[in-house]
Nanobody
Framework: VQLQASGGGLVQAGGSMRLSCAASGNTFISIYVMGWFRQAPGKEREFVAGIRRSDGSTYYADSVKDRSTISRDNAKNTVYLGMNSLKPEDTAVYYC?????????????????WGQGTQVTVSS
């Protein structure tokens, strides 16, 4: 399975974005949970949001939960991350990731597949 993230770019503070993560490969059916992480300059990678593909259960980091929406389109093997009211501190490389277990995990080490990342820059 390969993950391809897209949709990043330069956004003004207060604006919104929508990232996409497209998965390919015939073993994708075994992927139960998809997640988004981000890594800001000089900081460790952190969890942003996750979704269970089977029932659509979602979970978010506290820093984004009131202004983010993660969703999936299983027919397209794609997961989306929408975020509004963007702040300069949201500037980061955003990565999509996948894990085979069905538990809703925020732990980076539990995700075995990673996309290449897409840069999001929020200007003040």
């Amino acid at each position: 399975v390969q993950l391809q993230a897209s949709g990043g770019g330069l956004v003004q503070a207060g604006g919104s974005m929508r990232l996409s993560c497209a998965a390919s490969g015939n073993t994708f059916i075994s992927i139960y949970v998809m997640g988004w992480f981000r890594q800001a300059p000089g900081k460790e990678r952190e969890f942003v949001a996750g979704i269970r593909r089977s029932d659509g259960s979602t979970y978010y980091a506290d820093s984004v939960k009131d202004r983010s929406t993660i969703s999936r389109d299983n027919a397209k093997n794609t997961v989306y991350l929408g975020m509004n009211s963007l702040k300069p501190e949201d500037t980061a490389v955003y990565y999509c990731a996948a894990r085979y277990g069905s538990g809703l995990s925020t732990e980076e080490r539990e995700y075995v597949l990673w996309g290449q990342g897409t840069q999001v820059t929020v200007s003040s």
